[in-house]
């Protein structure tokens, strides 16, 4: 008997029908004599619409009730998921977050887990019983509901698997980690293997089959990901410790970013000012007394909110809205060649970078996001194919 903790995208269970396949699919592994614990999110674009309606009641919603807000998508997903499964004939639990002992910290809608404690999952696993366990979210020392961010059932599911000591596999509606996004490249390819670092790297610049701090999770605990489809088929990609190979791994375009110009010296902060907006850093350069923050605002529920407290930091903001970043990940991504090759992209589509950045995982330019897919197809075309 194996213990393994599944988690199931909002792709995955977008609809009852699709629901139910996934209802299927887990009764069967049950029925094999395994304990499953399922990490569902919210079904389809849940999220989205949730927070598409709080806007319309206010342009910037506080935080703590966005958070209160959003998380009741995933609570729907688990209840019908456990439902789903009687229908199956299997006996199933739904449990929110804070109900599962996912302790955060107190980051309303970009908040990190700092302990898991996972009884309750533990006395139905016992029972005989499928642990059904609401994603993104958690429960701080204050007992307020948090959300962990964009892809934050990824997370919590590694760290229930950490907890539990369980299998981590995740299911999405492609079957793992591909060179770039297939629906947008196609001549992609799946990675069989991926390190941690690479694919931390790749979550980080865009590329969502994995969430960024999910892998982070997973790295410090030594927990192995598998990334499979929900749809079928024994293809997957397996996160683990292993050694990279040189080269580019993959290219990743992520469309919501925003670039600021500041003085060196405002950077401290600056950069206070980020976690409280849920901004994530994409690149940082510093010279000569000046310095370029490029930001993700996946999780910025109040852009220009973010740009006006940041202007009060001393910061600029450069090119105003409909930015983005193209990069290129993998241990060869600090060769000069790559550096060349995104410029040189990007200028053949008259899409001069606004900013480059470069490190040794990862070089990132930012730039007008209309063109992103043409120019992630060409990045790949030069680097990978």
Known sequence: MALVVQKYGGSSVATVEKLRGVAARVAARRRAGDEVVVVVSAMGQTTDELLALARQVSPAPPRRELDMLLSAGERIAMALLAMALHEEGVEAKSFTGSQAGILTDEAHAAARIVEVRPVRVREELARGRVVIVAGYQGVSREKEVTTLGRGGSDTTAVALAAALGADCEIYSDVAGVFTADPRVVPAARRLPELGYEEMQELARAGARVLNAQAVEFARDRGIAIRARSTFGGSEETVVAARPAPGGVAGVAAAAAVALFELPERALPAARALLAGHGARELGLSAAGGHAALCLSLEDVHAPEALARDLAGAGAVEIGGRGIGALSAVGRGA???????????????????????FTGPLRVTACCGAARLPEAARKLHARLLE
Request: charged share 15%.
């Open 334 to 356: 600090g060769e000069p060649r790559v550096a060349a090759a995104v410029q040189e992209v990007l200028l053949g589509l008259g899409e001069p970078p606004m900013a480059l």
